[in-house]
C-alpha cells in the first residue's frame, strides 16, 4: 500500500494510565525518570525554558535506552493503492512513506495475474504515549488498513484497532487489544509542549526505516514554524529538522535531549525519495491536542466559517494603498454558510481572529479551527480600505476528503445565453493585457460558468507583469482594486486612479477554471 501523505503523529495523553506531566521527563511503567535527569527551569519571564546540560553530549545511548521500549513497528495489511508518494501540489517534498515489506522480486498476494484488487503489506512507525496500549502515529500509515500489527522492542507482536484519525493533521491513535498483552504494562513516553528545545538544540529520532525496525539517528532541530503548503499544513507549524528519516519513519518520534517528546516525524524535503537531511516533524502541542480528541471521540472536530482565501501579501498591499497589512483575502464564499450569513464579502482582507493578527491564511485557518461549533468568532477585516469587526458563529469543518470533492467539482454550468453586444477586443498597453467582452462562444470555449462576470483575457503580453506571473488566455479578469469591471473603460479608469493616488500596482482578481486568484500586477509607464 502506498501511503498518501507525509507520516506524522505524535501521540498525545489521554484515557486510563496516560502520563501528561509537561516537564516530567520519560515515563515509563517500569520505572520512574532518574533522579539525575536534568529538569526544565524557568525563564526569566516566568514561562518554562529549555535548559539542555552543559556541553554536547558523549553518546546518546542513555537516552535511547531509556526510550526504545516505547517506540513500535506498525505492520498494515492492506489493499494495494496506485497513488504516488507525493505531497499534492509540493514537487520535490516526499511524505515519509511506510516502508515496504518483502523481497525483490516477490509477489503479495493477488499480483496482477489476480482478478481480484491486491493486497500489500507496508510498516510505519509509532509509540505509546499511555501504560493500557495506546500509540500514536501517522494517518497515512493506517488510514486504508485492513489488519494491524505491532511489534514491540522486545520482540512481541501484538494485533492493535484503530481508535481515530485525522486527515487535517495527518494524526492517527491505534491501541493493543491483543489478549496476549498481559494487562496495562507499556513503557510509554511523554510530551514536552512547554519547553521547547532552541534552534540548533540536539533532536533525536527512533522508527522504522526501511523496515529495519528500532532505528536511532540524532541532528539539531533547524527551524520552527515551517508551512509546506499542502492541505495538512493547514493545521500544522512545522519542526524543520535535520536528523535522517527517511522512509518507514512515518509517525515515529522526535525527542529532545531529555527523551520527551517535542515532535512527529512527517515528511522530508527529498528529490530522490531518500534523506537530504531536511525533515520536518508535527510539534508535540498539536499532536497532544489531536491525540486526545481522537481519543475521547475518535474524530476531531473544528471551527469553520465557509470562505476560500489567499495570502494577502505586501505586494497585494502595496497594490490597495494598504502598507505593512498582512492577512488572508476572501476569495469565495460558500452559499448559506457561516461567514455568507455573518455577512462577509469577497474582496473583504482578513487580519484578525479573536483579536490575535494573523499573518497569512494558514494562520486564519488554524485559528478558525480552534473554535468549537456554535462558537462566535470575531473576525476583524478590512473592506473598502476600512477596518472593521464581523462576528460569524462558527460551523464544523467537513471532513478533508468532502472539501477536496467541493474544490475539485467540475460543475461548468449550461445554459449559457449569447451577449447581445459584439465582442470587442482592446488591449490595456498599461497590464500587457488583451481584453474583450465574454461572449457565448468563449464561455463554452473555456467553459466559463454563466455567473462569472467581467472580460475575457484573450492575450497576455509575455514580458509583461502579468505574463511573468502566470496570467493567460481564457482567464478572465473580474476586478480591479476590489472594483468589478465590465468595460475596457472600467479597467483604464481604476488604473487611472491607482495612478493618481501614486500606486505603482494594482490588485486583480482572475477567475481561473471557475476559481478566483488574486494577482498584484505592475503599472507599465
Request: net charge neutral.
Amino acid at each position: 500500500m502506498t501511503a498518501r501523505k507525509s507520516g506524522f503523529i505524535v501521540g498525545a495523553v489521554a484515557g486510563a494510565g496516560v502520563a501528561c506531566a509537561a516537564l516530567a521527563g520519560v515515563g515509563m511503567r517500569m520505572g520512574t525518570a532518574s533522579a539525575e535527569t536534568p529538569q526544565a527551569v524557568p525563564a526569566m519571564a516566568g514561562s518554562p525554558a529549555f535548559a539542555p546540560p552543559p556541553g554536547a553530549p558523549m553518546s546518546f545511548a542513555d537516552i535511547f535506552e531509556k526510550v526504545s521500549p516505547a517506540v513500535v513497528q506498525i505492520n498494515v495489511t492492506s489493499k494495494a493503492s496506485p497513488q504516488p508518494l507525493r505531497i499534492p501540489g509540493l514537487e520535490g517534498f516526499d511524505i515519509v512513506p511506510r516502508g515496504q515489506k518483502g523481497k525483490p522480486g516477490q509477489k503479495d498476494q493477488g499480483d496482477e495475474d489476480s482478478p481480484s484488487l491486491p493486497k500489500q503489506q507496508s510498516a510505519g512507525s509509532g509509540f505509546f504515549i499511555s501504560a493500557d496500549g495506546y500509540i500514536v502515529t501517522n494517518n497515512h500509515v493506517v488510514a486504508d488498513a485492513d489488519d494491524i500489527q505491532v511489534v514491540l522492542k522486545d520482540g512481541r507482536e501484538l494485533k492493535a484497532t484503530l481508535v481515530g484519525r485525522d486527515e487535517g493533521t495527518d494524526l492517527a491513535v491505534i491501541k493493543v487489544i491483543d489478549p496476549k498483552a498481559k494487562g496495562k504494562d507499556f513503557p510509554y513516553v511523554n510530551f514536552e509542549n512547554q519547553a521547547k528545545p532552541r534552534v540548533g538544540d540536539w533532536v533525536i529520532t527512533i522508527g522504522n526505516p526501511f523496515g529495519l525496525g528500532g532505528t536511532a539517528t540524532a541532528g539539531i532541530i533547524s527551524a520552527y514554524n515551517r508551512d509546506l503548503g499542502d492541505t495538512t499544513s493547514s493545521f500544522v507549524n512545522y519542526i524543520q529538522i535535520d536528523a535522517p528519516i527517511n522512509r518507514g519513519n512515518s509517525g515515529g518520534p522526535s525527542f529532545d535531549i531529555y527523551g520527551r517528546v517535542i515532535g512527529v516525524n512527517s515528511a522530508i524535503y527529498s528529490p530522490s525519495g531518500g534523506s537530504v537531511g531536511i525533515g520536518f516533524a508535527i510539534p508535540a502541542d498539536i499532536a497532544e491536542a489531536t491525540a486526545k480528541q481522537l481519543i475521547a471521540g475518535g474524530k476531531v472536530v473544528r471551527g469553520y466559517i465557509g470562505v476560500t482565501i489567499s495570502d494577502f501579501n505586501s505586494e497585494m498591499a502595496e497594490a490597495l494603498g494598504l502598507k505593512d497589512v498582512k492577512g488572508a483575502i476572501v476569495s469565495e464564499l460558500v452559499p448559506g454558510g457561516p461567514a455568507a450569513k455573518a455577512g462577509l464579502l469577497p474582496d473583504d482582507i482578513l487580519t484578525g481572529v479573536n483579536g490575535k493578527t494573523i499573518a497569512n491564511r494558514s494562520e486564519l485557518t488554524r485559528e478558525v479551527a480552534k473554535a468549537r461549533p456554535g462558537e462566535t468568532i470575531k473576525m476583524s477585516i478590512i473592506r473598502d480600505g476600512k477596518p472593521r469587526v464581523i462576528d460569524v458563529k462558527s460551523g464544523t469543518r467537513p471532513s478533508e476528503g468532502s472539501l477536496a470533492l467541493n474544490d475539485n467539482d467540475d460543475d461548468q454550468g449550461s445554459g449559457a445565453a449569447p451577449t447581445p453586444d459584439k465582442p470587442v477586443t482592446a488591449k490595456i498597453d498599461a497590464l500587457g493585457l488583451t481584453l474583450s467582452p465574454i461572449d457565448a462562444a468563449a464561455r463554452q470555449t473555456y467553459k466559463i460558468d454563466t455567473e462569472v462576470k467581467g472580460l475575457l483575457i484573450t492575450a497576455v503580453k509575455g514580458d509583461s507583469d502579468a505574463g511573468e506571473k502566470g496570467l493567460a488566455k481564457g482567464d478572465v479578469l473580474a476586478n480591479v482594486n476590489g472594483t468589478a469591471v465590465n468595460t475596457v473603460a472600467d479597467v483604464n479608469g481604476l488604473i487611472a486612479t491607482a495612478k493618481k493616488a501614486g500606486r505603482t500596482s494594482v490588485l486583480v482578481k482572475v477567475i481561473r477554471q471557475n476559481r478566483p486568484v488574486f494577482v498584484p500586477l505592475k503599472i507599465a509607464p
